[in-house]
T-cell receptor
C-alpha cells in the first residue's frame, strides 16, 4: 500500500516569505507527527496530531510555525516570515497508535527540503 | 532533558563482517525504541520496533536488543553487505504522546 507522502520534495524561498508543506499519511493512521532534521542531526519533534487536534505542539520553535489537520488525514505545516535558520528537511510520520498496547511504530515520508535564501 | 546518544558516529567495515551499533538513553522509563535506516537525501525507513516490555526483535540479518535498566539498545547486523551502507538512527518513544527522541545516528559504510 501507499506510504506517507510529502509535497513538495524541495522548496526554495526567500527570507520573509510564507510556505506551506503538505503531508499525506498512511490511510487509516490516526496519529501524525512533524519533525525537522538539520544536516548531521537526528530529527527533532515539532508537533503531534491525534485525529484533527494537535495533542502536543511543544516542539514548535516559535509562533511563526503552525500546523493543521482539519479532516484528520492530510496535514499542512505552515511557516510565516521564513528565516534562513528554518532551512532543514521537514519530515512527517504517521502511526496506528495503540498506546494502551505500547505499540506506536512510526512510518516516515521522504521529507521536504526547505531552503530559505 | 531526555537524550539519546549513538556510538560510534561513523563506522567503516569490510563486507561480510558482523557489527554492532550502540544507542544509549538517559531516561529508563521509555515507551518503546525504534531503529531506522536513512539513505542520503531520503526519509527514514523503519527497521525494528521494540516495545518497552520486550527485550529484542529480529528481522532477517538484523537483531535489536533493549536493556532499559542500563539505558541501552544495540543493533546487530550480521554478514554486512555494501547495500547496508546508510545512516542508522535510534529513537526512543518519549512520554504518553509517543513522539520520538532521536540520536544523531551512526553512518555505516560497508566496503566490497
Amino acid at each position: 500500500g501507499a506510504g506517507v507522502s510529502q509535497t513538495p520534495s524541495n522548496k526554495v524561498t526567500e527570507k520573509g516569505k510564507y510556505v506551506e508543506l503538505r503531508c499525506d499519511p498512511i490511510s487509516g493512521h490516526t496519529a501524525l507527527y512533524w519533525y525537522r532534521q538539520s544536516l548531521g542531526q537526528g530529527p527533532e519533534f515539532l508537533i503531534y496530531f491525534q485525529g484533527t487536534g494537535a495533542a502536543d505542539d511543544s516542539g514548535l520553535p516559535n509562533d511563526r510555525f503552525f500546523a493543521v489537520r482539519p479532516e484528520g488525514s492530510v496535514s499542512t505545516l505552515k511557516i510565516q516570515r521564513t528565516e534562513r535558520g528554518d532551512s532543514a528537511v521537514y519530515l512527517c510520520a504517521s502511526s496506528l497508535t495503540r498506546l494502551e498496547e505500547g505499540y506506536n511504530e512510526q512510518f516516515f515520508g521522504p521529507g521536504t527540503r526547505l531552503t530559505v535564501l | 532533558k531526555q537524550e539519546v546518544t549513538q556510538i560510534p558516529a561513523a563506522l567503516s567495515v569490510p563486507e561480510g563482517e558482523n557489527l554492532v551499533l550502540n544507542c544509549s538513553f538517559t531516561d529508563s522509563a521509555i515507551y518503546n525504541l525504534q531503529w531506522f535506516r536513512q539513505d542520503p537525501g531520503k526519509g527514514l525507513t523503519s527497521l525494528l520496533l521494540i516495545q518497552s516490555s520486550q527485550r529484542e526483535q529480529t528481522s532477517g540479518r538484523l537483531n535489536a536488543s533493549l536493556d532499559k535498566s542500563s539505558g541501552r539498545s544495540t543493533l546487530y547486523i550480521a554478514a554486512s553487505q555494501p547495500g547496508d551502507s546508510a545512516t542508522y538512527l535510534c529513537a526512543r518513544g518519549g512520554g504518553s504522546q509517543g513522539n520520538l527522541i532521536f540520536g544523531k545516528g551512526t553512518k555505516l559504510s560497508v566496503k566490497p
